[in-house]
């Protein structure tokens, strides 16, 4: 029966446990049946079988992406559905790679095997321009306090890691039933939570707190680049004014809360300066920019900009990863000419490197724009450069009132238990939310309302195992995948092959 129905029944689990449903404990177990179909199905239907079972469960967990109103509709749709079915490639490869090596070696090796090419493909799709790493198996367990904590020392990554290491135990015991595998599951499964457990309420707390504050207008993707940009910036003013004196120290606005190149604007910047000095507060809001070229180009970006109460300066980031066809064609470095399809995209150029603005009253800070925040290289130069706290600007507005959003927050939520980090999270239709670096949730603002919250998180300068090798990860993951794999085939030229037991 499983043998049968196990890739589809790991799909169906796999969507279950992702967010918002997060029934997060199904994780450890949700691809044991793909395990099971993958070593018993036959060789010449494996591929396909696990493939139209990935394309089931990257719709559950990402059809929104289908749902871009930023876009012609007939283009969101093919797009979001690209998308799934390249990602579903994942399934089809591991599926077809497990078989050969249950039938060639045996199903522990081919368990080995199962770990290390699903993270290695994982990680292969979640770096470059056109990665986007978001149905990691980290996802669910954002969903415990507890069992994400040990992010901090193996990142997003090592859970997504730990996760899959859990389902290859759980299959070992079920195919021999040996307590031995089901006892180490077990074992990866409660140790690190109880540390979490322990461990959490120590970092909810520091020699500096900052009292921060999130505004969420509530404008409307689908109509913001048609407003009056002068009545979006009086809403979140509005907004901003209304929660004087409850000592707030920083303001975060949304991604692109301001539509317009505040630089170029003065009276949208003289009326940021103005609320800041009123407000006694730094404030961080999203908008658009650009530089001029030598022949009077403009060059455009996805930017962000910190104003403090006692300085003029605009201090500007620009955002660095550009959401793949949607701000950017990919490939423009290679292939220049890529530059001129227009498919609707905005079409900005990306930032350059990370910035950790200056913040006069409130410690160092950086912002991270939009998806941003699932890139642990991004996060932690920040870390390294000196940032104590984030602001995270957003707008999840396109995708309607879907998964996308609370996915995103989880995500946030992952970033800042990796880096111990406190995050002011500002998203245009929500959600917004002030995150603790331990990953509770000090407030939250729900989708597709307007107002603001507003909370105290402390600002941190310990650096955390995850972020000093941050940039060490993807590399160990693919040398431990090169090592598995010559160590097996090295087994198989040395003692030929056998079927498994």
Same mark, same amino acid.
């Given at each position: 029966?499983l043998?049968?129905?196990?890739? *589809?029944?790991?799909?169906?689990?796999g969507?279950?446990?992702?967010?918002?449903?997060?029934?997060?404990?199904?994780?450890y177990?949700?691809?044991?049946?793909?395990?099971?179909?993958a070593?018993?199905?036959?060789?010449?239907?494996?591929?396909?079988?696990?493939?139209?079972a990935?394309?089931?469960?990257f719709?559950?967990?990402l059809?929104?992406?289908?749902?871009n109103?930023?876009?012609?509709?007939?283009?969101?749709i093919?797009?979001?559905f690209a998308?799934?079915c390249? *990602?579903a490639t994942?399934?089809?490869?591991?599926?077809?790679?497990?078989?050969?090596?249950?039938k060639a070696l045996?199903?522990?090796?081919?368990?080995?095997?199962?770990i290390?090419?699903?993270?290695?493909?994982e990680?292969?799709?979640?770096?470059?321009?056109l990665?986007?790493?978001?149905a990691?198996?980290?996802?669910?367990l954002?969903a415990?306090?507890?069992a994400m904590q040990?992010?901090?020392?193996?990142?997003?990554?090592?859970?997504?890691?730990?996760?899959?290491?859990?389902n290859?135990?759980?299959?070992?015991?079920? /195919?021999?039933?040996?307590?031995?595998y089901s006892?180490? +599951?077990?074992?990866?499964?409660?140790?690190?939570?109880?540390?979490?457990?322990?461990?959490?309420?120590?970092?909810e707390?520091?020699?500096?707190?900052i009292?921060?504050?999130s505004?969420?207008?509530?404008?409307?993707?689908?109509?913001?680049?048609?407003?009056?940009?002068a009545?979006?910036?009086?809403?979140?003013?509005?907004?901003?004014?209304?929660?004087?004196?409850?000592?707030?120290?920083?303001?975060?606005?949304?991604?692109?809360?301001?539509?317009?190149?505040?630089?170029?604007?003065?009276?949208?910047?003289?009326?940021?300066?103005?609320?800041?000095?009123?407000?006694?507060?730094?404030?961080?809001?999203?908008?658009?920019?650009?530089?001029?070229?030598?022949d009077?180009?403009q060059?455009?970006?996805?930017?962000?900009?910190?104003?403090?109460?006692?300085s003029?300066?605009?201090?500007?980031?620009?955002?660095?990863?550009?959401?793949?066809?949607g701000?950017?064609?990919?490939?423009?470095?290679w292939?220049?000419?890529?530059?001129?399809?227009?498919?609707?995209?905005a079409?900005?150029?990306?930032?350059?490197?990370?910035?950790?603005?200056?913040g006069g009253?409130?410690?160092?800070?950086t912002c991270?724009?939009c998806?941003?925040?699932?890139?642990?290289?991004?996060?932690?130069?920040?870390?390294?450069?000196?940032?104590?706290?984030?602001?995270?600007?957003?707008?999840?507005?396109w995708?309607? /009132?879907?998964?996308?959003?609370?996915?995103? *927050?989880?995500?946030?939520?992952?970033? +800042?238990?990796?880096?111990?980090?406190?995050i002011?999270?500002?998203?245009?239709?929500?959600?917004?939310?002030?995150?603790?670096?331990?990953?509770?949730?000090?407030?939250?603002?729900?989708?597709d309302v307007?107002?603001?919250?507003?909370?105290d998180?402390?600002?941190?300068q310990?650096?955390?195992?995850?972020?000093r090798?941050?940039?060490?990860?993807?590399?160990?993951y693919?040398?431990?995948?090169?090592?598995?794999l010559s160590?097996?085939?090295?087994r198989?030229?040395?003692?030929?092959?056998?079927?498994?037991?």
């Open positions: 029966m043998s049968r129905w196990g890739f *589809l029944l790991a799909a169906l689990l969507a279950l446990a992702f967010p918002p449903v997060s029934l997060w404990p199904v994780a177990v949700a691809l044991v049946p793909f395990l099971i179909s070593t018993d199905t036959s060789r010449e239907r494996v591929f396909v079988s696990a493939w139209r990935g394309v089931l469960f719709s559950g967990v059809y929104w992406v289908g749902l109103s930023g876009a012609p509709w007939w283009i969101s093919i797009a979001g998308l799934i390249i *990602l994942i399934w089809g490869m591991v599926a077809w790679v497990v078989n050969r090596t249950a045996s199903k522990t090796e081919a368990a080995l095997l199962f290390v090419t699903y993270q290695a493909l990680i292969f799709w979640g770096t470059g321009e990665s986007f790493p978001w990691t198996w980290a996802l669910p954002s415990s306090i507890s040990i992010a901090s020392w193996i990142d997003v990554q090592g859970l997504a890691f730990l996760v899959l290491t859990i290859a135990l759980f299959f070992l015991f079920w /195919h021999a039933r040996k307590r031995i006892i180490t +599951a077990l074992l990866l499964i409660v140790v690190p939570f109880g540390w979490g457990y322990l461990r959490s309420d120590e970092l707390s520091s020699s500096r707190m009292r921060a504050a505004i969420q207008a509530n404008t409307p993707a689908e109509t913001k680049w048609q407003m009056s940009s009545e979006i910036l009086a809403d979140h003013v509005e907004l901003t004014d209304g929660i004087a004196g409850k000592g707030v120290e920083f303001i975060c606005w949304p991604e692109t809360a301001v539509p317009m190149p505040i630089r170029f604007r003065g009276w949208a910047a003289d009326t940021l300066r103005n609320l800041t000095k009123r407000s006694h507060a730094v404030l961080l809001t999203g908008g658009t920019d650009y530089d001029v070229a030598p009077g180009e060059i455009p970006y996805n930017a962000a900009f910190a104003i403090r109460p006692d003029l300066a605009l201090q500007r980031s620009s955002k660095i990863h550009l959401v793949p066809f701000e950017r064609i990919p490939g423009q470095k292939f220049p000419f890529l530059g001129n399809l227009h498919l609707g995209q079409e900005f150029k990306p930032g350059d490197s990370v910035v950790v603005f200056s009253s409130v410690p160092p800070f991270l724009i998806f941003e925040v699932v890139y642990s290289d991004i996060a932690a130069d920040a870390v390294l450069k000196g940032a104590q706290f984030f602001g995270h600007v957003t707008n999840d507005g995708y309607g /009132h879907s998964s996308g959003p609370y996915q995103h *927050l989880a995500l946030s939520r992952l970033r +800042a238990v990796a880096t111990h980090r406190s002011v999270r500002a998203a245009n239709t929500g959600i917004s939310a002030l995150i603790l670096p331990n990953g509770r949730y000090v407030e939250t603002l729900g989708y307007a107002g603001a919250i507003w909370g998180g402390p600002a941190r310990d650096i955390t195992i995850a972020v090798l941050a940039k060490l990860w993807p590399m160990l693919y040398g431990l995948f090169a090592v598995v160590a097996l085939w090295m198989t030229q040395r003692y030929g092959s056998s079927e498994s037991s």
